[in-house]
């Protein structure tokens, strides 16, 4: 007889397994090692016997029959994956791949819910599509506005078409793209001018922003000395205009490139008194395309003093503005009233120009080698030419000459380089330069250091440096005798002229600033 202890086993040791209460960390520890094997994974049955897994990993009941809830919760599943082995099994409706995102969307309803959260956390994983579209043939990738799968920041769902092409194939599954997104905003009206003057070409292409002021978008400025020889001659000599010319090229290449709303091109003294002026303009407009026109010196010193409006403060009651060029000088005397116009122009009481600049005066005396008494006999010369200027005195003219009542602004090279020199700057800088005040012995003390100065050390400073370093006592010369003529106990430094007051004059005339102003409580907007 059999002992009673080693009777048949247990009917099933997975439900008995159950019965007694077995752990979870138990039945876990078993599935590991079960996994292990390279078979399926089976229970011990009766009397030898093995119940094995159905190829989805599930293990039937006691009584042979599938486990419902299981199956249940495995249709909740995405039945797009399977396990090695598994039988075929209806198959999912084909996804429908959206081009300008690269993100598969399943077509059944789960589907939609995926991706409605997917989108709730941005895009991850890994897409169903090849990254990187093809890149047209000679256009480089990675930039802006050439690589056609490129996304511009702040869109993570846009792309950038270059020349406005629609993204995304016509391949089948595919569905229209997205409207392409352009690579950067429009920059509207842009205003642009050219000032070619007797020693400069000078361009400046600016966006108007809140009242009065304007955003500089690009500049240009070459010494071209179009008036060199000109005093002697009467005439533009064929090397001068040849550097003029070129220098022009570059400012139509400038203005080519972009979207000008209106421009005003300028020339000034050099073409004035040239007998070939009107001569060279026509062959700037067959080799450049610009159009100048000459104006006359009295538009000339009204620009000069509309350039520099804004440093002229409220307190101040009248100024006398210059700007000594390189063929003329503008002197413009201002008597501004309790009632202020918008433009500073319209409070010119008195106005003259006179026919000398640094290059003339420079090449009548000599630029390089300026003893104290060349630099007496250029004061002198400016001088008689002041004298002819009919105009009373500051006080007969109903105008204080008080301190803080009264003062001069210059706005030409010669003042932005004693400004540079008198603050020891190791390279020109427009920012500390322009609407800095000079006292009347700070004036006077940077003069009298350049004129001690040799050509070679003008030429070393990095305010002057070579261009200029045979110009800039002649045009101290012309200051000392405006100062002779006004004394004031404080000047003004501005790093501005004739294109500034173009730039101005344009934008009030189309009215930029009105409609940018502040709605009125009880009325439209004034336009």
Known sequence: MKDPESGPAPPLEGASAAKRGESNSSRRGK???????????????????????????????QDGSSPARKRKRRRKKSTSAALPGAAPQARAPEPVIDSAVSVAVPADKAGKRRRKSRNKRSLQ????????????????????????????????????????????????????????????PHIPDL????????????LLIAQPTKPGQFRVVDAFSRIVRLGEGLAA?????????DRAVEALRICAAKLAGREIRRMRLIATEACRAAANGEEFLRRVVEETGLDLEIIDRETEARLAVSGCSSLVGRETRSVVLFDIGGGSSEIAVIRIADNRSSRLANHITH???LPVGVVTLSERHGGRDVSPAIFEAMIDEVAAMLDRFDCPPLADLGLSDAAEDFHLIGTSGTVTTLAGVHLDLPRYDRRR?????????EVTAMQA????????????????????????????????????????????????????????DMMADDGVWRRHRPRRPNGPRER
């Open 31 to 61: 599935s590991k090692r079960r996994g292990q094997n390279a078979s399926p994974p089976a229970l011990s049955g009766v009397e030898g016997q093995s119940v094995k897994a159905d190829p989805a990993g599930r293990f039937p009941n």
């Open 125 to 184: 994983g890994r897409p169903l599509v090849p990254g990187k579209a093809a890149v047209p043939a000679g256009r480089p990738s990675g930039s802006g506005a050439a690589a056609s799968a490129g996304r511009p920041s702040g869109h993570p769902d846009a792309r950038v078409v270059p020349n406005g092409a629609p993204s995304g194939g016509s391949a089948a599954g595919e569905a229209p793209s997205r409207p392409a997104v352009a690579a950067a």
């Open 191 to 202: 205003y642009a001018a050219l000032d070619l003057g007797t020693n400069n070409c000078r």
């Open 233 to 241: 001659s009467g005439r533009l000599s064929p090397e001068a205009m």
């Open 351 to 353: 106005w003259t120009s």
């Open 433 to 441: 330069v322009d609407g800095l005040w000079l006292s009347d012995d």
């Open 449 to 504: 250091k350049l004129l001690s100065w040799d050509y070679s050390s003008r030429a070393a400073n990095a305010c002057i440096g070579p261009d200029r370093a045979d110009l800039v006592l002649a045009g101290c010369a012309i200051l000392e005798a405006i100062r002779r003529r006004w004394p004031s106990n404080r000047m003004r430094v501005a790093d501005r002229g004739l294109r500034e007051g173009l730039l101005t």
